[in-house]
């Protein structure tokens, strides 16, 4: 008996050592870099195991898909690893999910993905606050990054407009062209002065001239009073 359990325990643990390598082969179809670093990947990835209702396996999964996102450097996919196994735990936003939407965002953002824990952090606290999921926000935000970026909102508030938007019930795909086509409109109308100028000031509460200083030095007060304007 005593020889059949170890048996057991050496056939169990090879085939959780293969088991581990196939995912972490994962990584080198994506993540191009040198033996060593590779390693030291390798290493992380356990050592964030050992810490986190995460396991290697899973873990590896995020670092391939992160690797197919463009995320580089071995602390940058650790980090990345450890943000989304984090989230994916914490609330109901999946890993792949939230692995996509995160590294898109900061993509069109021009985030570094350094900051990449912050991120996680603002999408996890806003969908503690508002009558809103995270999954929601993520997708949301991520349709309405590009507008944003243009009209020179921050990452911050591209997530805030995202979580007060579904929180009313409005979906992402709606929510998203509505937020969209209205900064697209409201920047247009501050670079051009055109006629739809004076319709977005009268609604945020101030002259033409005001609207456009504000929306220039704090895009979201100006966004947000138009909004409150429209009721």
């Known amino acids: 008996p005593i020889q059949t359990g170890v048996a ?20 080198r179809k994506t993540v191009d870099d040198t033996e060593q ?8 990835l356990y050592e964030l195991s050992s810490r986190t209702p995460v396991g290697f396996s899973d ?3 995020i670092g391939e898909l992160a690797g197919q996102l463009g995320v580089r450097g071995v602390d940058n ?22 692995s996509l939407s995160f ?20 999408v996890g606290d806003l969908g503690n606050k508002f009558a809103t999921t995270e999954p929601e926000i993520a997708e949301l935000g991520e349709r309405i990054a590009g507008a944003g970026k243009i009209a020179k909102l921050t990452t911050a508030d591209v997530l805030a407009i995202a979580a007060a938007v579904t ?44 609207f456009q200083k504000l929306f220039k030095t704090a895009p979201i007060e100006a966004f947000t009073r138009v909004v409150e304007g429209l009721g």
Do not use: H, P, W, Y
């Open 8 to 27: 057991a325990g050496a056939v169990a643990a090879t085939r959780a050592a293969v088991q581990q390598e196939s995912a972490f082969a994962g990584i």
């Open 37 to 44: 670093n590779l390693q030291k990947l390798r290493s992380n």
């Open 59 to 61: 873990l590896s999964r």
């Open 167 to 210: 929180s009313v019930g409005v979906n992402a795909e709606a929510g998203g062209t509505a937020v969209q086509k209205m900064l697209i409109a409201m920047t247009q109308s501050v670079v051009k002065a055109d006629d739809k100028l004076g319709s977005f000031s009268k609604l945020a509460g101030v002259s033409a001239e005001q």
């Open 77 to 98: 996919l650790t980090k990345f690893a450890d943000t989304i196994a984090r989230i994916s735990v914490s609330t109901s936003l999946s890993a792949e999910a939230a």
């Open 103 to 122: 590294a898109r965002i900061s993509n069109v953002m021009q985030e570094t993905i350094r900051n990449v824990d912050r991120l996680g952090a603002t």
